[in-house]
């Protein structure tokens, strides 16, 4: 803990007498703690707690209005019980029934008036290095429950979704094998199908190599200058066939025009999962459409669908790995993992941009995604 993290901490001091207020004030001062909040009003207590977020509370335990005791447990309603307040209770009486009632309430530790300012600034020290290491530690583990959550996710993409492509190749190879009489039509049909489950699967694979990679901080951003329409095009390339096995149309309203300096990869990655997802809950002879706006300081880049829509309850976890929510199967019965839109999410924070959806069950989805505009 360095010391100045300490001397930065928020310390409210609650006595009501001003005597005795403005010797730990100006203590503490000269201590060289910094934020000091003070009051002879036991009824402002609870507020100040609320607006000044204090780090330690010093607490006088007799007080007209409300006792030392009152705040305590009023503090128990206001306070989280994961989070470790400190309070130094201040008070002359330092009989063992007044500690013992004074623990039960909530007191970390006392001092006895008169004071002794070695003593109170040892306890104070003391105090505030256990709270900013139980901060730590709840960082911590909050942190570690995100990182198993990801990680059981990333095994169970792995162990199911990616595993189903493949299976579904092997059968239909299978009946295409024991097939007699070849049928154009029939072939064509079952040639459609293995190449779309083959796509399927090569598309879920590299999603989860570049989302590896992304959590390694192992992707390096190589900017430069293109046109957005180009970028574009490349994409509704590459699901044109995607697009046209379910008569969906792919629209392009995105100006020549529009410039921009970013990773042409990482945006064509991004756009591409977001069209693709489109299509993948898109009915046959629906539409989606991508469009762009350049403002003074961002470009805004949409892809909308007249599809099925998205839920409220499952939009909030679109971008969460951690979601314990089945990915939807799509209008023609495709699987997904839901990776596409998360690795979609990180690529756009690493490229400085937001992503946002607006959607209504059977009217279709949009995803809206922000971009610095770093050219005039």
Same mark, same amino acid.
């Given at each position: 803990?360095?010391?100045?993290?300490?001397?930065?901490a928020?310390?409210?001091?609650?006595?009501?007498?001003?005597?005795? @207020?403005? @010797?730990?004030?100006?203590?503490?001062?000269?201590?060289?703690?910094? %934020?000091?909040?003070?009051?002879?009003?036991?009824?402002?207590?609870?507020?100040?707690?609320?607006d000044?977020?204090?780090?330690i509370i010093?607490?006088?335990? #007799?007080?007209?209005?409300?006792?030392? &005791?009152? $705040?305590?447990?009023?503090?128990?309603? @206001?306070?989280?019980p994961?989070?470790?307040?400190?309070?130094?209770?201040l008070?002359?009486?330092?009989?063992?029934?007044?500690?013992?009632?004074?623990?039960?309430?909530?007191?970390s530790?006392?001092l006895?008036?008169?004071?002794?300012?070695?003593?109170?600034? +040892?306890?104070?020290?003391?105090?505030l290095?256990?709270?900013?290491?139980?901060?730590?530690?709840?960082?911590?583990?909050?942190?570690?429950? =995100?990182?198993?959550?990801?990680?059981?996710?990333?095994?169970? @993409?792995?162990?199911?979704?990616?595993? %189903?492509?493949?299976?579904?190749?092997?059968?239909?190879? =299978?009946?295409?094998?024991?097939?007699?009489n070849y049928?154009?039509?029939? #072939?064509?049909?079952?040639? !459609?199908?293995?190449?779309?489950?083959?796509?399927?699967g090569?598309?879920l694979?590299? %999603?989860?190599?570049?989302?590896?990679?992304?959590?390694?901080?192992?992707?390096?951003?190589?900017?430069?200058?293109?046109?957005?329409?180009?970028?574009?095009? %490349?994409?509704i390339?590459?699901?044109?066939?995607?697009?046209?096995?379910?008569?969906? =149309?792919?629209?392009c309203?995105?100006?020549?025009?529009?410039?921009?300096d970013?990773?042409?990869?990482v945006?064509e990655? $991004?756009?591409?999962?977001?069209?693709?997802?489109?299509?993948?809950?898109?009915?046959?002879?629906?539409?989606v459409?991508i469009?762009? +706006?350049?403002? +003074?300081?961002?470009?805004?880049?949409?892809?909308?669908?007249?599809?099925?829509?998205?839920p409220?309850?499952?939009?909030?976890?679109l /971008?969460r790995?951690?979601n314990?929510?089945?990915?939807?199967?799509?209008t023609?019965?495709? !699987?997904?993992?839901?990776?596409?839109?998360?690795?979609?999410?990180e &690529?756009?924070?690493?490229?400085?941009?937001?992503?946002?959806?607006?959607?209504?069950?059977?009217?279709?989805?949009? /995803?809206s /995604?922000?971009?610095?505009?770093?050219?005039?």
């Amino acid at each position: 803990m360095i010391d100045s993290d300490l001397k930065n901490a928020n310390i409210l001091l609650v006595d009501d007498q001003q005597a005795n @207020i403005d @010797i730990l004030h100006d203590f503490l001062e000269m201590q060289g703690y910094t %934020n000091l909040r003070t009051t002879t009003d036991s009824r402002e207590v609870a507020q100040l707690i609320l607006d000044f977020d204090p780090d330690i509370i010093l607490l006088d335990l #007799m007080m007209p209005y409300m006792s030392g &005791f009152d $705040i305590m447990e009023q503090l128990k309603t @206001i306070v989280s019980p994961s989070i470790y307040l400190p309070i130094l209770v201040l008070t002359a009486d330092v009989t063992l029934e007044t500690k013992r009632k004074a623990l039960k309430s909530g007191a970390s530790d006392f001092l006895s008036k008169p004071f002794d300012l070695i003593e109170l600034s +040892a306890r104070v020290n003391t105090h505030l290095q256990i709270r900013f290491k139980n901060e730590q530690i709840n960082n911590y583990s909050a942190l570690l429950e =995100k990182l198993i959550a990801t990680k059981d996710k990333f095994f169970s @993409i792995i162990a199911h979704d990616l595993r %189903n492509p493949f299976v579904g190749i092997e059968n239909f190879t =299978k009946i295409l094998l024991k097939l007699g009489n070849y049928d154009p039509g029939d #072939m064509e049909s079952q040639l !459609k199908t293995i190449h779309s489950t083959a796509q399927q699967g090569h598309e879920l694979l590299e %999603n989860l190599l570049r989302w590896a990679r992304s959590q390694t901080d192992s992707i390096e951003l190589n900017t430069e200058v293109f046109r957005l329409s180009v970028a574009v095009a %490349n994409c509704i390339s590459l699901l044109q066939t995607q697009a046209d096995n379910k008569n969906i =149309k792919l629209l392009c309203e995105v100006s020549e025009e529009i410039l921009m300096d970013s990773d042409q990869d990482v945006l064509e990655t $991004i756009i591409r999962n977001l069209m693709s997802n489109s299509v993948k809950y898109t009915s046959s002879q629906g539409s989606v459409t991508i469009q762009a +706006a350049k403002l +003074a300081d961002e470009i805004i880049i949409s892809i909308s669908d007249t599809g099925i829509g998205i839920p409220e309850d499952v939009q909030k976890n679109l /971008f969460r790995i951690d979601n314990k929510l089945q990915s939807q199967k799509g209008t023609a019965g495709e !699987k997904g993992s839901g990776l596409g839109l998360i690795l979609c999410k990180e &690529f756009i924070d690493k490229l400085g941009g937001t992503i946002s959806v607006k959607s209504e069950v059977d009217k279709g989805t949009t /995803f809206s /995604f922000s971009l610095p505009n770093t050219i005039d």
